[in-house]
Protein backbone atom coordinates (compact mmCIF):
# COMPACT_ATOMS: atom_id res chain seq x y z
CA UNK A 1 0.00 0.00 0.00
CA UNK A 2 2.77 2.68 0.66
CA UNK A 3 4.57 2.23 -2.80
CA UNK A 4 0.87 2.77 -4.52
CA UNK A 5 0.85 5.86 -2.45
CA UNK A 6 4.09 7.00 -3.26
CA UNK A 7 3.55 6.05 -6.59
CA UNK A 8 0.40 8.51 -7.24
CA UNK A 9 2.14 11.24 -5.20
CA UNK A 10 5.17 11.35 -7.76
CA UNK A 11 2.78 11.18 -10.33
CA UNK A 12 0.93 13.93 -8.90
CA UNK A 13 4.09 16.16 -9.01
CA UNK A 14 5.17 14.58 -12.48
CA UNK A 15 7.93 12.56 -10.73
CA UNK A 16 9.26 9.17 -11.42
CA UNK A 17 9.58 6.21 -8.84
CA UNK A 18 12.63 3.48 -9.51
CA UNK A 19 12.82 0.30 -7.94
CA UNK A 20 15.66 -1.62 -7.90
CA UNK A 21 16.18 -4.89 -5.60
CA UNK A 22 19.35 -7.63 -5.00
CA UNK A 23 18.49 -10.70 -3.44
CA UNK A 24 19.76 -11.23 -0.04
CA UNK A 25 21.06 -7.40 0.15
CA UNK A 26 17.70 -5.53 0.03
CA UNK A 27 15.47 -3.28 -1.88
CA UNK A 28 16.40 0.35 -3.12
CA UNK A 29 13.85 3.12 -4.03
CA UNK A 30 14.34 6.24 -5.86
CA UNK A 31 11.97 9.06 -6.31
CA UNK A 32 13.13 11.34 -9.02
CA UNK A 33 12.00 15.11 -8.77
CA UNK A 34 11.86 17.91 -11.62
CA UNK A 35 13.56 20.87 -10.61
CA UNK A 36 13.51 23.23 -13.87
CA UNK A 37 15.31 21.40 -16.68
CA UNK A 38 17.50 19.19 -13.89
CA UNK A 39 16.41 16.01 -12.39
CA UNK A 40 17.27 15.29 -9.11
CA UNK A 41 17.07 11.51 -7.39
CA UNK A 42 16.82 10.96 -4.09
CA UNK A 43 17.56 7.39 -2.51
CA UNK A 44 15.70 5.91 0.46
Known sequence: ????????????VKGTIHLESKEHKGTSVFLHFQHGDEKESRAL
Do not use: D, N, P, Y
Not at 5 to 11: D, G, N, S, T
Open 1 to 12: MGLSIAKRLMEA
